[in-house]
């Protein structure tokens, strides 16, 4: 069981950068999948970036490579999602997530996200 809370969303200009955190508590959370997922007026919610915090190992949308980077620090149960040159259609009301794996990640099981955070809002201007 692990519960998220995100922050530091607001707003931003095109060229600037934000970074988002997602906090985490419960015992098992090094062991999970966090996921970064968004949501814009009228679209689905897609996935955004992704971390294993036991490894490392981070996954990025097409759309963010290069731009954004997820990272972590284990030791205060955060992770983070740094947003370099962001751009308008970054607006997005953006969610963390627990997952066991990040497969769950990779392969849009976004049902398999059992653990989501309230969200926050990222607005991103000319």
């Known amino acids: 069981q692990v519960q998220l809370v995100e922050s530091g969303g607001g707003s931003v200009q095109a060229g600037g950068s934000l970074r988002l955190s997602c906090a985490a508590s419960?015992?098992?959370?090094?062991?999970?999948?966090i996921g970064w997922f968004r949501q814009a007026p009228g679209k689905e919610r897609e996935g955004v970036a992704a971390?294993?915090?036991?490894?490392?190992?981070?996954y990025y949308a097409d759309s963010v490579k290069g731009r954004f980077t997820v990272s972590q620090d284990n030791a205060k149960n955060t992770v983070y999602l740094q947003m370099n040159s962001p751009k308008p259609e970054d607006t997005a009301i953006y969610y963390c997530a627990a997952a066991r794996s990040c497969m769950s990640w990779v392969s849009h099981r976004n049902y398999e996200f059992n653990h989501w955070g309230q969200g926050t809002q990222v607005t991103v201007s000319s």
């Open positions: 971390i294993y915090a036991a490894r490392f190992t981070t």
């Open positions: 419960g015992s098992a959370y090094s062991a999970m999948c």
